[in-house]
């Protein structure tokens, strides 16, 4: 008994939890969806980006582990190249990003990259951003 409570639990009740987490992350306001990659060519992680005040967010997907967050201060955040690419049959962008002393690549739609540089033309005198 206890047996099967646990597999309906595993089979069931963790993958709705972990769908219905990412949709609330997905219907925040400035969240887009962006996969993530150490190099220009992936390999690419699903996640969704977040903006906020000070900083880039960005959270794995559903299947993943919660960890692996990555946060860019939106303080000397710099687009330094962006490539066309095309993948599932979709337009995507691969925006390489800097801040301080990190890169990363971000694979994006075209809407979510005018989204990104929209906020950092943004940014509010004193605090350093280039696009």
Known sequence: ?????????????????????????????????????????GPWRAGTATYGASRLTWT???????????????????????VPVHAHGVQLLVVTCRAADRTVHLRMSPEAYAGLTSWLEATPTGVDAYV
């Open 1 to 41: 008994m206890v047996l099967t409570a646990l597999v309906v639990v595993v089979v069931l009740v963790l993958p709705a939890l972990a769908w219905w987490r990412s949709g609330v992350r997905a219907r925040r306001t400035g969240a887009f969806s962006c996969a993530l990659g150490r190099s220009a060519d």
């Open 60 to 82: 794995p997907g559903p299947l993943t582990r919660a960890r692996g967050r990555v946060e860019l201060a939106r303080r000397r955040l710099a687009v330094t190249d962006r």
